[in-house]
Each structure stands twice: as C-alpha cells, then as structure tokens.
C-alpha cells in the first residue's frame, strides 16, 4: 500500500508537468520559511498602473496621461488593437513622462485561440502581432493575452492544444521584438489550477511566455497566495482587482466584484508576503472601476496601502 501511495504521487507530479519541481529550479519557493533570505523581506519594487480605459471623462489622452502622473501612477497599460491613434498615443507618453508599460489584447474573447474555424483563430493571431508591434512602439514589455475559452462546445483538451499551437505560430515575433505574451488568469473554465497554469507556459520553453496574474479572479474558488507561490518566477505582471465571497452568496457570482479594494476577501497581507517570497518586482495594474480625478486618487491610495501590507 505503500508502495502504491508513492507511485500515485509520482504520477501525479508528472501530469502536472513537473510545475512544483520545476518551481525550485526556477528558484522560486512554494511556502515561507524561516531559513528565507533576509532579502526576500525587503519592500518590493512595484510599479503602479492603470488600465487606460478606466480614465473617465470628456479629456484628450494626452490630458488622461497628464492625468495620471499627476496623481502619482507609475505608468499606464494599453489595449491593443486600438481605434485610437498610436503616434497621439506616443505622443502623449512623451509629453506627460507617463510610461506605457504595456497593452492588453482587445480581440483574445471575441475571437478566441481555442476556436474550432481557424479563421477565427487567425483574426486573433493578427491581432496579437499588432498587439506586439504597439507594445513595442510604445516602449512596453508585455501583452496580456486569455489564451482560450471553454464551454459546452469546445472541449477543455481542443482549446489547450489549439491556443498552443496558435500561440507559437507569434512567438519568433514576440523573441524578434523582446515583448512578452503573458497569460492571464480568467474566468474561461480554463487553467483551472496553478500546477496546470505552470505547466501550460512551461511547455513553450520559451522566456517570452509567462503568467499575468490576477489576484482578485483567484478568490473566487482559491488563495491567491498559494497561485503566487506555486507560479512564482513565471509571474511578470500583477492585476489588482478585489472579489467578496460575502457579496457572491448573497448576490449572485459576479457581484463579488462589486467591492473597493481592500474591503473584500482577498488576503492581501499574505499575498504581499507571496510577492516577497518568489522576489517579485515589477507592474500591478488596477483593472477596477474607474472614473474621474477623485475616484482615480482614491483607487491609487488603496494601491499604496496594498502594497505597504
């Protein structure tokens, strides 16, 4: 029985892709220790942003740039493609000092990866090669990219090896342009656990691929802390969002989201603590209801208190 036990566990560690041995080889730890190095609790270096389309208000994007610097935002995040102008887009940047870190792709729902008509599958991959191409022309790093969809109608293996396929058809772009494709974790009925975000961007064995993590879409049926710990290096870029299991019960799913930062049930203490552990450093975008001046103000001071945690 013994015996038995420790085959089961070795088979299990090997459909999941070796994510947890693969983990230390990255030098990322799973838990928290008390041999931890000192550094590992030093305060992180994180960048604060928002998603562009959170800026409310009758104002030219120059005028959200300035906007935003103004309210001590490290940086902004754009979507891509984009009916806006690129070059006022640049422009903006330049005026205002505010830097573009990046762009999410604006296609990736509509016209999916895992979709069965390869012709839509081809208007996604068109649109992540325009979207690396603003990213890079923009002085951005990375594009976040939902890799898949599944439901009643595509099947949970189809839309896994059909995203990858399609995802590699762009990766000697994203190498050529030195920006990355990091996949965010969503409510896709996809990428349903950490092991299995692991493996999935282990598999292209590529430094181009990586995860965006989004705190907030975890607590819904997991600890996002346990996802950070798990992923570690692989994580480049955070979301901030909040979700309240309380509001999910008694309202219905989606109005878990309906929360200020902060005032949900996200374990933000422990995920800073995560952060720190795997030496993370980087963007954290807000991807929250947005608004005007005195919204965006309040949005940044929860950021701040977020990260001092």
């Given at each position: 029985m013994i015996e038995q036990d420790r085959i089961n566990r070795r088979q299990f560690l090997q459909a999941a892709g070796g994510a947890v041995a693969a983990a230390h080889l990255a030098g990322a730890p799973l838990a928290a220790g008390k041999d931890q190095p000192a550094a590992a609790a030093a305060r992180l270096q994180i960048k604060k942003a928002v998603k562009f389309g959170m800026v409310k208000g009758d104002m030219s994007v120059l005028e959200k740039f300035?906007?935003?610097?103004g309210l001590g935002f490290d940086g902004v995040e754009m979507d891509s493609p984009t009916t806006l102008d690129r070059e006022e887009i640049l422009a903006?940047?330049?005026k205002s000092g505010l830097p573009i870190h990046g762009a999410v792709n604006s296609r990736h729902w509509k016209s999916p990866l895992s979709h069965a008509d390869p012709a839509v599958r081809?208007?996604?991959v068109d649109s992540i090669r325009t979207a690396l191409r603003?990213?890079?022309?923009?002085g951005g790093t990375a594009m976040l990219l939902v890799p898949a969809k599944v439901d009643k109608t595509m099947p949970y293996?189809?839309?896994?090896?059909?995203s990858q396929a399609e995802i590699r058809k762009v990766l000697p772009l994203a190498e050529e342009l030195g920006v990355k494709i990091l996949i965010e974790n969503v409510w896709n009925n996809f990428l349903l656990s950490p092991l299995e975000m692991a493996r999935?961007?282990?598999?292209?064995e590529s430094p181009m691929i990586g995860?965006?993590?989004?705190?907030g879409n975890i607590v819904r049926s997991g600890w996002p802390e346990q996802w950070i710990r798990i992923l570690g290096k692989r994580i480049v870029k955070l979301d901030i969002k909040e979700y309240s299991r309380q509001k999910r019960d008694n309202e219905g799913l989606w109005k878990g989201f309906k929360?200020?930062?902060?005032?949900?049930?996200?374990d933000w203490p422990e995920v800073m603590k995560a952060l720190r552990e795997i030496g993370f450093s980087g963007w954290a975008t807000a991807e929250i209801r947005g608004g005007g001046r005195d919204r965006l103000q309040e949005i940044a001071r929860r950021m701040d208190r977020i990260f001092a945690s």
């Open positions: 300035k906007l935003l610097k903006a940047r330049d081809k208007q996604c603003d990213v890079k022309f923009w293996d189809k839309a896994y090896t059909r999935y961007i282990d598999e292209f995860s965006y993590f989004d705190v929360v200020e930062l902060l005032e949900g049930d996200c």
